[in-house]
């Protein structure tokens, strides 16, 4: 184009305002406006007429300082003057209105009562709109199960770029497996409409953005809570390659529990912004939230969302976030330059603690911030487990002597927590005949150094155990010796599922197939093609048949031998997050995400009994010993015990006060023990059901608790990584 005869057209400069003017001609319009008058009228009138195309204007990394003259950055400043950067008018403001959006790609619905389908997937209603994104309810047909499907919005389906960053973040996504986390179930693509989409978890309750609007500023109960869960999740983005990039109350989901924070639009953010720079060299995202050096259009790390996450926990604690302003400019540039008003300022009765960790988030440098994710989550866990003994750390009455705040703010955060740690204990500990005061000092602790042991498996004889590691190996160890005799690399993605017999190990994980190995060349012998993912895995009592269950809720029965499927059942409705078989070698239990136990016998793919009455979905089975008993751990934070021929509850046990994630008995079927996420561990008599036996078993969520059956040992491990093992005559435990 000759910028000296040629204007650019109404359509090209709508382009330029939305963003999507191609490398080379925006250089050119952009030198044009310059010098023409009318063009920079016509751009002036347009950014005003019509803002609502512009969905978050933010500084050019290539005109930091526009020429005098040029009336390019008053046309965007004009347009941005409508953004309001507040809560009410947040920057990431949909162009058009839900009402607006077209669902003519969908096929014609099955009936009356959905909007259309999609594949194999009812289309319930829109749940909403963002960035490049379209979110719909939806039915599984298949699976019978609500889903979330994210599709990528039609305006950018013609977008080659686009299509391909959204399938490959997309892809990326679906490997986070983490509880604080929206699970992907899968990622699709429908040929016929060359239309990619994700089917995801559907959450029920509310953002935290919500609450926020509802409430103002939260409890610092709530607040650590909501962090710690938070760092949890962005853990597990990092440790798989993606930094999320958009970290704001607005994708922060809370289930409607109210307990339970799970993460969204990962890899989705991350792909409107790769296509942005790439387009247009427009730096897009949410100002309130953005660190200093995403501000400023520099290369960012994990570090960033860090933080984003200081700004959330400002934004909680103060009830305003700490850079605001009136236009996304205002905001970038407090965000780059200035420091934040104390926080101390804002909410007086913060303890000191809680101020340090929120500051040093805030560091301007990402060399002065915490440097993980893992770290935050370890902090913010440790007093999270303070919180509970001692209201003094809540709300302290007396203010933080000047010199310890001077030296809290020079400390790394591991010295810090040691520091306030052992002052915790000194200080604010309660009574030492407390059982949740500590850890009771373990027989032995195996480490993982690959947090967190999402699997464990012990062998029958009690010698050895198998631990099933969040980057895809397993580690076998030496229970005695505290020794490690070897680790295989088994699979891309975490070991949800392990299985020991006295000949095979059995592992699974989302990456593919389950797999069955020889325990003595640790060599793969058979791979379970048509199962689904493995999400629980069980050997019979002679090691010959293997037990499965799948994400997808399938349940079937395996020759380990020869590695054939010699029975199905009917399956769940949800996932299939535990497995048991009863000594007899016939009778199996599982347990799902539907909030159900289903009991089966090998003669019929019918289910024998379902047992129901868990208010929340099912993580841990076992059966006793004698095949008498089984008890079933829930997410409602209760322990059952039932009769397993009738299917008869006997006793519901409330003493966990948090998700209860496993459950399991003794050698001789006396005592049952369950753990979860409050780290608790707690030991009952099946005779009198009464507790005979509670400690603090971790530092984190209790994940697997085992008996060890001929060692009279108990074994738990999680979320911290470390496995740790007590003599049950330790435990000061009265039957």
């Not at 059982?435 to 027989?443: A, V």
Request: net charge negative; aromatic share 6%.
């Amino acid at each position: 184009m000759n910028v000296a005869s040629k204007c650019p057209s109404s359509g090209e400069l709508r382009e330029l305002l939305d963003g999507n003017t191609p490398d080379s001609g925006q250089t050119e319009i952009v030198a044009h406006l310059d010098r023409c008058s009318g063009c920079q009228q016509a751009l002036e009138a347009m950014a005003n007429g019509d803002s609502s195309l512009v969905v978050t204007l933010l500084e050019q990394t290539a005109y930091k300082t526009p020429e005098p003259h040029s009336a390019y950055w008053p046309a965007l400043k004009n347009a941005e003057q409508a953004l309001t950067v507040d809560r009410q008018a947040p920057t990431n403001t949909p162009r058009r209105g839900l009402q607006e959006i077209s669902l003519a790609f969908l096929d014609p619905p099955e009936d009356g009562s959905h909007l259309g389908s999609l594949a194999n997937f009812n289309i319930v209603r829109v749940v909403g709109r963002g960035g490049m994104g379209l979110v719909l309810q939806a039915v599984d047909t298949c699976l019978q199960r609500d889903v979330a499907i994210k599709i990528l919005d039609p305006e950018w389906s013609k977008d080659e770029a686009a299509t391909e960053r959204f399938c490959r973040e997309a892809r990326a996504a679906a490997k986070v497996s983490h509880e604080n986390v929206v699970a992907v179930y899968q990622v699709e693509h429908d040929e016929a409409k060359d239309l990619p989409f994700l089917v995801m978890e559907l959450i029920t309750g509310e953002s935290l953005e919500k609450k926020l609007e509802r409430e103002g500023r939260l409890s610092l109960k709530e607040i650590i809570s909501i962090g710690m869960q938070t760092a949890s999740g962005l853990s597990a983005a990092h440790e798989m390659g993606l930094i999320h990039r958009d970290i704001k109350p607005g994708n922060i989901l809370l289930e409607r529990s109210g307990l339970r924070v799970k993460l969204t639009d990962f890899g989705l953010a991350r792909a409107a912004e790769d296509v942005r720079l790439t387009r247009t060299g427009l730096v897009v995202g949410t100002p309130l939230y953005m660190s200093p050096e995403q501000a400023s259009g520099e290369e960012i790390d994990a570090r960033s969302d860090l933080f984003s996450l200081g700004v959330v926990l400002y934004e909680l604690a103060a009830g305003e976030p700490p850079f605001n302003g009136k236009t996304p400019l205002v905001v970038l540039k407090r965000v780059t330059e200035d420091q934040p008003v104390p926080l101390k300022e804002r909410n007086p009765d913060l303890p000191e603690w809680f101020v340090n960790i929120v500051d040093r988030l805030l560091a301007k440098k990402p060399a002065e911030r915490f440097q993980t994710a893992r770290e935050v989550a370890n902090t913010l866990e440790h007093f999270w487990a303070l919180l509970k003994s001692s209201e003094t750390l809540i709300c302290p009455k007396k203010k933080t002597p000047g010199p310890w705040r001077a030296i809290s703010l020079g400390i790394g955060a591991g010295l810090l927590t040691l520091v306030l740690g052992a002052l915790g204990v000194f200080l604010l500990a309660p009574p030492r005949d407390r059982h949740e005061d500590k850890i009771p000092t373990p027989l032995h602790v195996l480490k993982s150094n690959a947090a967190p042991l999402w699997s464990l498996a012990i062998a029958k004889d009690g010698k050895n155990l198998a631990m099933g590691n969040n980057d895809g190996t397993v580690k076998f160890w030496d229970i005695a010796e505290e020794k490690l005799n070897w680790s295989l690399d088994a699979h891309k993605d975490t070991i949800w599922a392990l299985a020991l017999s006295p000949n095979y190990l059995a592992t699974g994980s989302d990456d593919g197939p389950a797999k069955i190995w020889d325990l003595h060349t640790r060599n793969e012998i058979h791979e379970l093609s048509g199962a689904g993912a493995a999400r629980a895995l069980a050997f019979d009592a002679d090691g010959k048949r293997l037990l499965l269950g799948t994400r997808g809720g399938s349940v079937t029965v395996w020759d380990a031998v020869a590695g054939k499927e010699i029975f199905r059942t009917e399956g769940h409705s949800g996932p299939v997050v535990a497995v048991a078989f009863a000594p007899d070698g016939k009778t199996m239990a599982t347990a799902s995400g539907d909030k159900t136990v289903k009991i089966w016998d090998l003669s019929s793919p019918k289910a024998k009994m379902t047992l129901q009455g868990h208010q929340a979905g099912v993580y841990g089975i076992a059966v006793s010993p004698d095949g008498k008993y089984l008890v079933s751990g829930s997410w409602d934070k209760t322990v059952r015990l039932w009769e397993l021929a009738s299917g008869t509850s006997i006793a519901t046990l409330t003493a966990p006060t948090h998700d209860v994630w496993s459950v399991d008995f003794n050698g001789d079927g006396t005592l049952f023990a369950a753990a979860g996420e409050d780290q608790m561990v707690r030991v009952w008599s099946v005779e009198s059901k009464k507790e005979v036996a509670t400690f603090r078993g971790s530092t984190g969520t209790i994940l697997n608790i085992r008996f060890v059956s001929e060692s009279n040992l108990l074994v738990a491990a999680g979320k911290d990584g470390d496995a740790r093992i007590w003599r049950l005559a330790d435990l000061s435990i009265v039957k």
